[in-house]
Each structure stands twice: as structure tokens, then as C-alpha cells.
């Protein structure tokens, strides 16, 4: 069993900047390919980015590209999502997800392949 504990979300405004984190317990934490999720109020849950188990290799939405910056430290069992020039749009609940049995890349096409989620965190971004 993994726990995926998130934090680090709250109210900024439109061009501010945010730093989630998601600390992870119960596994090996350097064997996952960690993402994270975000739902909108009456969305659906959509892909932000996604990281390879080396940290390596990192993947975005288009909607976040160039904004956000994903990056993990396999000493802290920790992944971060540092958010940048946050928009109204941005404003969702974040999850963080792990997986042992996809790369960070299938993460960002489809979350079959995910194994645990966290329980979220509330990000809102004021006009």
C-alpha cells in the first residue's frame, strides 16, 4: 500500500505562483512514475504533468506547458509541482498519482495505469 499525501495548495492571484508537494510512504518511491491530476469544478479529472522514476524525463499539458515545472526527490520520497503564472483556469483540486506499472509518458495519455492517488488539494487562482 502507498500513501500519497499532498500539500501546498491555497488562494493566490491571477500571475502568482504556487508549490505543491506530495510526500509518499509505503513502497519504494524511486519505482514510480509520478503525475499529477487536476479536476476543475464540473470537469473532469485531466492530466498536468508527469515524471519518470529517474526524474529524468518530464511530461506536460499543453495547457501548462512553459508554466509549471514537475521535478521529485527520490531522497524525500517527495514530487513537486511548481506552478507559475497561474491563470483562473488553473483553478482546480490537484491530485498526485503514482504508478509501478507505467512510464511518466503513459501517464500523460491515460490513467489506467495509475495505482494510488492522493487525496487532493485545493488550488484557487483569484482574478
Known amino acids: 500500500q502507498v500513501q500519497l499525501v499532498e500539500s501546498g495548495g491555497g488562494l493566490v492571484q491571477a500571475g502568482g505562483s504556487l508549490r505543491l508537494s506530495c510526500a509518499a510512504s509505503?513502497?519504494?518511491?524511486?519505482?514510480?512514475?509520478m503525475g499529477w491530476f487536476r479536476q476543475a469544478p464540473g470537469k473532469e479529472r485531466e492530466f498536468a504533468a508527469a515524471?519518470?522514476?529517474?526524474?529524468?524525463?518530464?511530461y506536460y499539458a499543453d495547457s501548462v506547458k512553459g508554466r509549471f515545472t514537475i521535478s521529485r526527490d527520490n531522497a524525500k520520497n517527495t514530487v513537486y509541482l511548481q506552478m507559475n503564472s497561474l491563470k483562473p483556469e488553473d483553478t482546480a483540486v490537484y491530485y498526485c498519482?503514482?504508478?509501478?506499472?507505467?512510464?511518466?509518458?503513459?501517464?500523460?495519455?491515460?490513467?489506467?495505469?495509475?495505482?494510488?492517488w492522493g487525496k487532493g488539494t485545493l488550488v484557487t487562482v483569484s482574478s
Open positions: 498519482a503514482a504508478s509501478f506499472r507505467a512510464t511518466g509518458q503513459a501517464m500523460s495519455m491515460t490513467t489506467l495505469g495509475i495505482d494510488y
Open positions: 509505503g513502497r519504494t518511491f524511486s519505482s514510480a512514475a
Open positions: 515524471i519518470s522514476r529517474s526524474g529524468i524525463s518530464t
